[in-house]
């Protein structure tokens, strides 16, 4: 089973940011699409960004866009997902997660694998 490494979550007043990272074990994002969900208190797990296997495609919730960038070091088998312009809104536990090859699972909420998920809270 792959596990995952997270970090970067933390607290954070509205306007800053922060930058999530995700190293995983147990399988390669050379053929893994790799992204993260959230869930806020109270609501539906929904997916926040993707990239794919290839890093030729992206996939961002329309709240993110613009905010939100991500990226990978597929030699270091980790992604990054860069979070800007924070809004209370976005306060959830991030997940990453991890689907074999492309995004399109990502709108659906059904990768293949988890990590365990990283608290990030904004202040107003």
């Known amino acids: 089973e792959p596990q995952f490494v997270e970090s970067g979550g933390g607290l954070v007043q509205a306007g800053g940011s922060l930058r999530l990272s995700c190293a995983a074990s147990?399988?390669?994002?050379?053929?893994?699409?790799v992204g993260w969900f959230r869930q806020a208190p109270g609501k539906e797990r929904e997916g926040v960004s993707c990239?794919?296997?290839?890093?030729?495609?992206?996939y961002y919730e329309d709240s993110v866009k613009r905010r939100f960038t991500i990226s990978k070091d597929s030699a270091k088998n980790t992604a990054f997902l860069q979070m800007d312009s924070l809004k209370p809104e976005d306060t959830a536990v991030y997940y990453c997660?991890?689907?074999?090859?492309?995004?399109?699972?990502?709108?659906?909420?059904?990768?293949?694998?988890w990590g365990q998920g990283t608290q990030v809270t904004v202040s107003a």
């Open positions: 997660a991890a689907a074999f090859l492309t995004c399109e699972n990502w709108p659906k909420g059904s990768p293949d694998f």
């Open positions: 147990g399988l390669s994002f050379e053929h893994y699409a």
């Open positions: 990239i794919n296997n290839s890093g030729s495609n992206t």
